[in-house]
């Protein structure tokens, strides 16, 4: 058994019985079915010969019994399979998100052919939605079926025995032929392609998602055909491959309805010298024909099961890359108590994002004192963020020490960590949905006064009330219905509801015009009193609130300071200053 396969199977474990019970029930609409159709082949050929009606009383309950027992059952096995299914979809889901959320935000990678490949959003979300649906097939489509199959093969086996061996041998053989044969020779046949197009499908679909994510730019730049004809040449790809999949499982239908036929026909020409001989009734003859072919219903799902089977692995291949991707970090096993003490230090840091790579940064130093600020300035690609993204533990450091309260960060608990701190990034991400609940993701059992009075701190409030709806506002996707100064404000009032003692701004007015920088620097200001903070920014702006101003270049800190001290030196920050301001001055 291969390794997916039976981790699928371990997955299906918990719902174990409700799809036992699915395909006992799937079985007793077949057997149903080929007691409906042998019982009137006998109360056909008994009606033939004018009996007394007396005789045939049994038979006539038989077919109304069956008839109803068979759509009973086909109602039952729907309900018990779709309530599994629906369960295991669920637990799918969970199990997937939970594997998913620790490898957040550093980049995905995942190892594939023996190499890191980085995922694309359009990717990861169709393994999050698609490949799990099509897990759903194989529990119903590739799992149960050769379960009923087996069911069915054995009892019509001992059925057709019980008027004599060589109809059992008969139906066995064919029976065997067009339920192990076929699928597997469809099987062999369609593997790759159904493989394939799992495969290509995810690449349509993550470059359908890149194309609708940056229409603007292809717009723009004029290269919406190009984007066009790659999506047109995967589409193609993509039908090319159907199409293949489409003709094995039309000869796999063909050759099982072909199978089915020769069957009856077998049945029929080896009964028939019976019957001359008096070794059988004639009316059995009917019964032995129309139950040979009414039990291959049990086989004809099968076509689907086997030619699932390759798309199913592809999927669960997807997911368990996923789920087996080591995270950036890991939790401690035995962690240290939240932090009481916000001091942070960090001491001859040195950090590369791989190994292959260059550091992005170099011995980088400094202590932050409970209570303070702490200011990153320096050129675009210095290493700020990183700086930031690693006070946030998202990635571990190679060399050096980063404290908080004194102990190393790896001591603590990934949420314990998160849970000190607030975070306002240069790009917040809002919610589809209401301002409130945008706020409220902050603090979920916040009350409506703790939210108003963080959104008036925030300088929110009044704009807020200005909106048609004031809170019940829908901010639209990615907050777009809101300016970037809006969206800005909404993450302090969303810093000031968590209430945490330590704040990482990271570049919070990188995106705004002048007027409304100073609108979010004065809700900075006072969202950072008591706070121990630090921010990143290449905005020389309010650089006075800094208790200590790193500069930082190629990764390493080249200056360091106050404000005023690293003015007077005449350095990098002078210079950095110096253009800041004439440029202000050319904007004025
Ligand atoms: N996830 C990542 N994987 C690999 N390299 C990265 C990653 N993020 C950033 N880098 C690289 O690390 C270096 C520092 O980037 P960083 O974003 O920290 O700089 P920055 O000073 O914040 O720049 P900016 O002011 O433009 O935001 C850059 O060379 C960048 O290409």
Redesign the pocket.
Known sequence: MSSPLRRLLQLAWPIRNWMLLAALLGSLTIISGIGLLTTSAYLISMAALHPDVSALSIAIVGVRFFGIARGSFRYLERLVSHRATFRLLANLRVWFYSALEPLMPA?LLVQKDGQQHELRSGDLLRRAVSDIDTLQNFYIRVLAPPLVALVIGVLMWIFFGAFGIVFGLIFIAFYLLSSVGIPWLAHLLGQRVSREMVSTQAELESQLVDSVQGIADLIAFGQQERQAQSIERMNKKLQKLQMTAAYVSGMQGTLTNLLMNLTAWTMLLVAIPYVYRGELSGIILAVLVLGALASFEGVLPLASSFQQLGGSLEAARRLFEIVDARPAVQNPTTPSPTPQDHSIQVKDLSFR??ES?PY?LRDVSFTLPRGKCLMIV??????????ANLLLRFWDYQEGTMTLGGQPLQAYQQDDLYQQMSVVEQDTHLFNTTIRENLMIARKQASEEEMIEAARKAQLHDFVLSLPEGYDTAVGEQGLRLSGGERQRVAIARAFLKNTPILLLD?PTVNLDAITERAVLDAIKALRQQRTTIM?T?RLAEMEMADEILV?HH?RIVERGTHASLLQSEGLYWRMWQQQRARTVEAV
């Open positions: 980049r994002y791989e790579e992005v320096g050129p675009s690609g210095s290493g700020k963020s990183t700086l570049e990143v290449h930082l990764g």
